[in-house]
């Protein structure tokens, strides 16, 4: 099958989303990159960052102000690429029918059986929220694929019904070209604007910039897989057979780093990316309140035995490296912004 000449991105604004523009910008630079964004959470500041740090100057990709679902007036009848990172993200969202009509709703069933028909490649984003508490997750071992299933908030359940669709049409069409991935906690640059949704290292690095002690829940040896975004960008190009393998196996994978990283850990590093001896700015616990702690995950760890084999993807950065490298990267910002 030929690579195809357009590939769209859903949520294209957002933080992954304009990081996948970016990378598909510098991938395929002939093709035509179009993202489309109701800039609701997502910024043009994200994009301008993502083609400012792939080295490509400004930005190029083409740009659609619309809900995603205006996507189905773009795909026609001929195969493209499409990245499907559009979402209600925010777990805290509590509106059961809006989460998964935006999610997980009838759009999101048409443009599975338009991808099997027609013959386009595409990658959505799914979650590590679709495991809830796993038993794996009081024994501390990395999540298999089938531990999956008992969401513990209504967007892990939403994640879930788009992979159960996903399911459906793939085992009518086993050829049909679909990656789901199960994203872990993404951390790294263009998720500044996401607000109470960033990852703890941007919070924790944010804290210690303004000369604050970093908070974590107590005790914080809690654990997650920390995973940078450009690893994630790259699983994404690899979903679309733009990696090691151009013959991906469709299906769901987890995409992590495949390392638990504790909090403590995490804020150790952030302190070693912005200069900070290990004993400065001591860390300040506190209680997590009851509200959270209905659906917190103390720990998760992806297995990536099967995104390995299946996409032929490994994750190249070392969390607390990366964690390290992006704190110092976070301060540098800050000080060119003063």
Known sequence: MSEPSTYIVTGGAGFV??????????ARPDAQIICIDDFRVG????????YARHGLGAVSCEVVAQDWTYLHTLIGDRPIGIVHMAAITDTTVEDEAQMLDDNAGP????????????????VYASSAATYGTPPQAAERVAFPLDAAGTPDN???????????????????????????????NVFGPGESNKGAMASMAYKLAQQ???????????PGNQARDQVYVDDV????????GLGERTDPIPGVYNLGSGRATSFNALADAVRQGLGLASGELATEYFDMPESVRRFYQDFTLADMTQTEHGLGFLPAYEPQNAIAEYASYLQKRAGDKR
């Open 17 to 26: 989303g304009s990081n996948c523009c970016a990378a598909l910008s510098k």
């Open 43 to 50: 910024t043009f500041r994200n994009l301008i960052e993502a």
């Open 107 to 122: 759009a999101w069933d048409a443009l599975l059986e338009a991808t099997a028909e027609v013959g386009h490649r595409l």
């Open 154 to 184: 209504i967007y892990g359940f939403s994640k879930w019904v788009m992979e159960n669709a996903h399911r459906r049409v793939q085992a009518a069409d086993t050829e049909a070209w679909i990656v789901g991935l199960r994203f872990f």
């Open 208 to 218: 210690m910039i303004a000369g604050q002690p970093p908070k974590l829940f107590a």
């Open 233 to 240: 960008v790259r699983c994404v190009l690899a979903g679309l």
